[in-house]
């Protein structure tokens, strides 16, 4: 999936009135060409140009984790608008609804995961017609800026590489509408970039010192994570079955409970937004066998900040892989 990373300006070109002397008997034919000819000019040369905005950019977010990020770095030059806020909400069985689409087709900007994991907010952006002013949203897909490709995993906030990327070039986006607030913008954008400099710090210092720790997952949801801080994630397949919704092959079903009753994964990781009978039974062999259990989610928690929830996501990470073996 590509990034559709697209601006269109209206154009506006007011000619100003003529007076209405000018059309007088008394004028000749050919001055009142020459005159018109001067002022169509005039506008054109010096009044067409892209509509800018004049106030706080319409921003919508199909997720909150990139809707509060949006939000540190717009700050007051946007006005923010999520669709998806409730973390008990699935976000890969969302309905949007009829308010949504209205939402996005007033919308300047629109912030979407992409990757497959948000379609729907693909099919309100398509049937979104031009605003009022006649331009169409920019549609920013962390998917397509991360240079995502089918088959990689899409639970993009657990990489702090693909958040810079997108902090960066929704500030850009920005600066393309606001042009007279680039500087802000960029001054927010690098105060958020600098915060995520001790989370960078904390991840490299697990990698140092757990790189290559055996672990397990219900889901690929922490995937991105456990490779940027060295743990070897185990099962896969079984993972991928699980967040499809279709049954695990019975040789996975069997490799990943082997894992856990023999111990030869340290942390077992569990999508605290889904539950159902094979991960219930997951999470009772690890606590069985004297695993630690880490629950993780997929949405950004009411009232906290983007930093602060990966910060406490790596906090219960350290915790559990520094306990010993039972």
């Not at 000019?41 to 984790?65: H, Q």
């Not at 066998?289 to 880490?294: D, H, M, N, Q, T």
Request: aromatic share 6%; proline share 7%.
């Amino acid at each position: 999936m590509k990034a559709r990373y697209l601006l269109h300006y209206n154009i506006v070109c007011p000619v100003p009135a003529c007076p209405p002397s000018l059309f007088r008997s008394g004028f000749s034919a050919m001055l009142r060409v020459a005159t018109l000819a001067v002022l169509l000019s005039w506008a054109l040369a010096g009044a067409c140009g892209p509509a800018r905005a004049a106030g706080p950019i319409a921003v919508v977010a199909a997720e909150a984790v990139w809707g509060d990020i949006a939000r540190q770095v717009g700050g007051p030059d946007v006005a923010m608008t999520t669709i998806l806020n409730n973390p008990a909400t699935d976000p890969h069985l969302f309905e949007a609804s009829p308010s949504d689409g209205r939402r996005v087709g007033a919308a300047q900007i629109v912030i979407a995961n992409g990757g497959g994991y948000d379609g729907w907010i693909d099919r309100l952006t398509d049937g979104a017609g031009p605003a009022a002013n006649g331009a169409r949203p920019v549609l920013l897909t962390v998917a397509g800026l991360a240079g995502w490709r089918d088959g990689d995993n899409t639970h993009f906030w657990y990489d702090l590489s693909d958040v810079r990327t997108f902090a960066t070039a929704f500030a850009a986006a920005c600066g393309d509408i606001l042009p007279d607030h680039r500087t802000a913008l960029q001054a927010r954008l690098h105060q958020f970039l600098d915060t995520l400099a001790p989370l960078q710090a904390r991840i490299d210092g697990m990698r140092g010192r757990y790189g290559g720790t055996p672990v397990a997952a219900s889901e690929p949801i922490f995937g991105l994570m456990a490779r940027v801080t060295g743990l070897a994630m185990r099962d896969e397949s079984f993972q991928h079955a699980v967040m499809n919704g279709t049954d695990p092959a019975p040789s996975d079903v069997a490799r990943v409970e082997d894992d856990l009753t023999a111990r030869r994964v340290r942390v077992l990781i569990l999508n605290d937004q889904t539950a159902g009978p094979a991960t219930d039974r997951l999470d009772q062999l690890a606590r069985d066998a004297g695993i630690p259990v880490l629950r993780v989610g997929e949405s950004l928690p009411p009232g906290m900040r983007y930093q602060d929830w990966i910060a406490d996501v790596l906090d219960r990470l350290g915790q559990a892989l520094a306990r010993k073996p039972a």
